[in-house]
């Protein structure tokens, strides 16, 4: 079959690449630092670098990859310039080599804030006017979440002087991307589900993912990072996180479908929802139980983002490169890897006596996840049937 290159040809190609090489970069980098003790310190500590760096930076390139391709379906409009994809691409590059360089020259970081600031702004830019003009107007939550994800970010950067409070922001920028990952599911797997639906019965009743649990769990998700960031000490956060967890386990009602379930595009985001709901119960039994967050449920929440990135890259890629959706068995193992390795770091705090030794088998499940995202992704995202 011929093949014609296709990495600036749309959205998803390019930032989806950026998003498979940096978690693979990122991790590497971290990896050297916690296990091997590299020197590393840009402002605020390695630890802020690697926790905005993986939620951010790594969200980020999906989220643009997403937006870019997304819109213009939804609204059925001409995609963007392939220069806007190069100044994007060249701003998100631009803010992470500049936090990297933060190590040796500190002014750096300030770009950083700069270029990714510019980023969003840009992509807010460039989908929100055609969102509007859509008579619907159905999908103008996600401009207002990438908005809000605009704003925890600046406030990131500025606390960054401050690292107490800057790590207290990342609450912030973890439900947001949490709200981001509802709103963006939500969207995909009704596509997703109701086609597996239709292959394997064609009389069966329709998936539909309802707005209003999607909102209550949108609201309980944002009153827990708002009062988590704010009152850090105060005891309702900790109800607030069960409430939150009551609300997806909520959205898991339209989720009741069958063996449907077992198809390997309809099992990732419902087992990514699971990993949801299981970081807020575990965050909120922590917080009643000690009197604090318990970074295990931060790590639940990462491991539920991480699968929803790798499910969009997959679905998305594979869908818009016109290749169709990767039916190989690599997939089921990727699927396997991902479930059963990542959230093991959200371990690590309750068993002290293997603590390394689990970071260091979820760091290596992150990695060969990513690895065989990028061998079953490659194909998609640089090539397109001729």
């Not at 951010?56 to 937006?67: N, R, V």
């Amino acid at each position: 079959m011929k093949t014609v290159s296709t990495l600036w040809d749309s959205p998803h190609c390019i930032f989806f690449l950026l998003t498979i090489i940096w978690a693979l970069l990122s991790m590497l980098l971290w990896g050297l630092t916690l296990f091997l003790s590299v020197p590393f310190n840009p402002p605020g500590g390695p630890l802020l670098w690697h926790i905005h760096e993986f939620l951010f930076a790594l969200s980020g390139a999906a989220i643009i990859g997403f937006m870019l391709t997304a819109v213009p379906e939804f609204t059925s409009t001409e995609p963007v310039n392939y220069v806007w994809l190069k100044r994007l691409a060249g701003l998100w590059l631009a803010g992470r080599v500049a936090y990297i360089t933060a190590h040796w020259l500190t002014p750096a970081i300030w770009l950083a804030a700069i270029a990714d600031t510019l980023m969003l702004i840009t992509l807010l830019t460039l989908t929100t006017p055609v969102l509007w003009q859509d008579l619907t107007r159905k999908h103008l939550s996600l401009p207002l979440a990438l908005l809000l994800l605009l704003i925890v970010n600046v406030m990131f950067y500025y606390e960054l002087p401050h690292p107490g409070r800057a790590l207290q922001s990342t609450h912030l920028l973890m439900g947001t991307l949490m709200i981001l990952l509802l709103l963006a599911l939500a969207r995909i797997s009704m596509s997703m589900v109701n086609s597996a639906l239709e292959e394997k019965q064609a009389e069966a009743e329709p998936y539909l993912a309802r707005p209003p649990r999607r909102q209550l769990a949108i609201i309980c998700i944002l009153l827990f990072s708002v009062c988590s960031w704010y009152f850090p000490a105060a005891g309702i956060n900790a109800w607030l996180a069960l409430a939150a967890a009551a609300a997806i386990l909520n959205i898991l009602n339209d989720w009741h479908l069958g063996r449907v379930l077992l198809r390997r595009w309809v099992l990732l985001p419902y087992c990514t929802l699971w990993l949801m709901a299981a970081g807020y119960a575990q965050l909120g039994i922590s917080g009643l139980l000690y009197g604090s967050v318990s970074s295990g449920g931060q790590h639940l929440l990462a491991a539920a983002l991480m699968t929803a990135i790798i499910y969009v890259v997959l679905v998305a890629g594979g869908v818009h490169s016109g290749w169709g959706l990767d039916e190989r068995k690599r997939v089921i193992i990727l699927i396997v890897t991902a479930l059963l390795l990542l959230p093991l770091r959200a371990l690590a705090p309750i068993v002290p006596a293997a603590y390394y030794p689990l970071l260091a088998i979820a760091a290596g499940g992150w990695m060969l996840s990513w690895l065989l995202v990028l061998t079953i992704s490659w194909r998609t995202l640089w090539q397109r049937p001729a």
